[in-house]
């Protein structure tokens, strides 16, 4: 939606950005953009962008309608979707429903959680929506960072930067989310393993057309619509998916196309001294990430540019290393 949003309005954000006079406003004591204070921001402000919708003007979904797997008559076998499992209770987001508004807010036996995804960077990103003893929800702020989505809690009106799951501004600055495992796979690989699971329904009560991509394209493209700190470098295609992990610090890539040369289904790694398996499923390019107790670990998967942008230290594997 971003991406569309854009091409229909492209001289207008240059604009924007050119003489700042459309979404940012200075007081004496503080500077807001898109009506979010960011005047204690720990990145440059300069760094946080228009992204071209005003806040909310990607909405995100606070009271979603989930359907059985059974009702689903507008997803394909091969159709993307995240999934994520609490408790036993297993829950679908098709990725055609999230490319048009970017955050779910749901829950599972009263954990309350947000699913977020920003089409630019591939990202898909489970935070636990409890921040120190208060609930709360999360909406689009219209804002990016290193191209990635911010977005914002609605208890306080502070800012979050996606990958790296931390608040870049606002009373919450500096405050980390929790990381919750999902599944980025095919909705047939999804349902074959969980068969009862509940499935986003289409009827999200918004007008939109969710079997039309408004990204279509941009995957295959190396073009990036943003500025980033770090440009990655080009032994990848700046959209190459990646999983990435990190561990006291330290952090590790592993791209789709080097897990398609080892060839194997699962192997051991060790990162920073964490002893951790990776398991590999060609046929449905996902990927899961255990530790030593055979527990799922809350990885990071998108594209190479934006893992690189907020990560130009990571150590990368490649086919042949293990």
């Known amino acids: 939606m971003q991406l569309e949003w854009l091409k229909k309005n492209r001289i207008l954000v240059l604009l924007s950005l050119l003489l700042g006079a459309v979404t940012i406003q200075y007081s004496a004591n503080a500077i807001s953009k898109n009506g979010f204070d960011i005047s204690n921001a720990v990145i440059p402000q300069g760094q946080i962008l228009p992204g071209g919708p005003p806040k909310d003007g990607i909405p995100a979904i606070s009271d979603p309608k989930l359907i059985l797997a059974s009702q689903v008559d507008y997803l394909a076998d091969k159709d993307r979707i995240v999934g994520i499992e609490i408790d036993g209770i297993a829950k679908a987001y098709p990725i055609s429903i999230l490319n048009w508004h970017e955050i779910v807010n749901d829950k599972i036996n009263g954990q309350s959680y947000a699913i977020t995804y920003c089409p630019l960077c591939g990202t898909a990103v489970a935070f636990d929506a409890n921040i120190e003893g208060s609930v709360t929800e999360f909406g689009v702020s219209g804002l990016l960072y290193n191209s990635d989505v911010l977005l914002y809690d609605r208890n306080t009106e502070s800012l979050w930067s996606q990958i790296s799951s931390s608040s870049i501004s606002g009373e919450m600055v500096g405050k980390k989310l929790k990381r919750i495992p999902i599944s980025h796979t095919t909705w047939q690989a999804w349902q074959q393993k969980h068969p009862d699971t509940l499935v986003l329904s ?121």
């Open 202 to 322: 289409d009827e999200t009560g918004f007008s939109r057309d969710y079997a039309r991509d408004p990204y279509a394209g941009y995957e295959q493209s190396s073009t990036l619509y943003f500025q980033v700190n770090n440009r990655a470098p080009s032994s990848y295609h700046p959209k190459e998916l990646v999983v990435g992990v990190e561990f006291g610090g330290v952090y590790k890539a592993y791209p789709f196309v080097e897990l398609e040369k080892n060839s194997r289904a699962s192997f051991a790694d060790s990162v920073n001294g964490t002893n951790i398996t990776i398991h590999w499923d060609e046929q449905n390019r996902a990927v899961t990430i255990t530790d030593e107790s055979n527990k799922e670990i809350a990885g990071i998967q998108g594209f190479w540019f934006a893992w690189f942008a907020f990560h130009p230290d990571t150590e990368v594997f490649r086919a042949g290393q293990i």
